[in-house]
């Protein structure tokens, strides 16, 4: 399957990819379903919703801190490293990934959107300012704006919130170009991330998954890998490199 899935990616005009904590699995980035998965652990509704936040902003910050602290000690693996290279190979245009980790740009990609934000950004729950952090705060006490004094948020999208519209238009946008999409390592069980690759085979254009577990995509997927997002891209990227050089 691996060999016929480099062909479709070589013979693409046009290929993007989606991606999902699964990913980043391979980092030791937990994800959030499954038998691991943080929601496991912990509860949503009291830590990634802007009314738990109000509730109790100094819990919902040292979960962030915790969490900001293994994504910023993370390294990428080699799904991350494979995007990359198909960019580079000028095969691969875009990645619209919901994970809120930086590997896919630390791997080299270029051309990433975030659907749910991204745990480097941080951003003034009062007037709105916003900037990149090297590292997580310290908590407590509560991260105060230098310019308003309001307390600072995790530049995440939480759940209830909107995304921000002008990534979810350039994604839906890259999902009408694609004939080609590689979803890997989702669940595809959240809006309205899962719709996008159903853009693409509305288009008429192939789907190919890269996932060990079965997801609701599986059965509209043209190509349904069972398999870990680290070994098979990079199955996927030597198949393609052999075919090219
Ligand atoms: N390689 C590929 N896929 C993997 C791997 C791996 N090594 N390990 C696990 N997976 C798969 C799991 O089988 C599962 O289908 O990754 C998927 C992870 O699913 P979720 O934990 O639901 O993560 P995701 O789909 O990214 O969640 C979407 O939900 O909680 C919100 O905002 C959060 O962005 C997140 C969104
Ligand atoms: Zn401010």
Not at 52 to 62: Q, T
Not at 127 to 146: T, Y
Request: glycine content about 6%.
């Amino acid at each position: 399957m691996v060999k016929d899935v480099a062909e479709v990616i070589l013979n693409s005009t046009y290929l993007t990819a989606l991606t999902g904590a699964g990913v980043s699995a391979e980092s030791n980035i937990p994800t959030f379903r499954g038998k691991d998965g943080l929601w496991n652990k912990y509860r949503p509704e009291e830590l990634a919703n802007p009314q738990a936040f109000a509730k109790d902003p100094e819990k919902v910050w040292k979960w962030y801190a915790w969490r900001m602290e293994k994504v910023f000690n993370a390294k990428p693996n080699k799904a991350h490293i494979a995007f990359a290279e198909l960019e580079k190979l000028g095969i691969l245009k875009a990645i619209v990934t919901q994970n809120v980790d930086d590997l896919h740009e630390r791997a080299g990609s270029k051309n990433v959107l975030h659907l749910h934000g991204s745990l480097r950004v941080v951003r003034c729950t009062g007037c709105g300012f916003e900037f990149e952090v090297e590292e997580p705060p310290e908590i407590p006490p509560l991260p105060a704006c230098e310019r308003c004094g309001s307390i600072l948020r995790p530049g995440v999208v939480w759940f209830g919130e909107m995304l921000p519209p002008e990534v979810l238009d350039r994604a839906f946008m890259e999902m009408e170009r694609s004939d080609v999409v590689i979803v890997a390592g989702t669940s595809a069980v959240v809006q309205p991330a899962a719709s996008l690759p159903l853009v693409v085979k509305r288009n008429g254009g192939i789907i190919i998954e890269v996932n060990p577990s079965r997801t609701p995509l599986s059965e509209v997927a043209d190509f349904s890998i069972r398999g870990k997002a680290g070994e098979v891209m990079e199955e996927i990227l030597s198949e393609v490199r052999k075919a090219l050089f």
